[in-house]
């Protein structure tokens, strides 16, 4: 039983730093906000998601938004979006 105790306490740390819980959702919005990641890279990443020009033109407008921001403000996006994993109704996914 003490056993099954500390390897229970072991994991809620695992747990708690898991984020939202959704690799590739997590994986979209830190390429989204890096700008690194050129549009024709990302449009790449989502390339299974993409079935019609209007969700092509999408993508680029909504990666040319973050491409068009400053560091600063890229940065804030990065701690929200960890306040957001963090919160207590993410726990619950």
Known sequence: MKLLMVLMLAALPLHCYAGSGCSLLENVISKTINPQVSKTEYKELLQEFI??????????????????????TLSNVEVFMQLIYDSSLCDLF
Do not use: H, P, S, V
């Open 51 to 72: 079935d019609d020009n209007a969700t092509t033109n999408a993508i680029d407008e909504l990666k040319e938004c973050f491409l068009n921001q400053t560091d600063e």
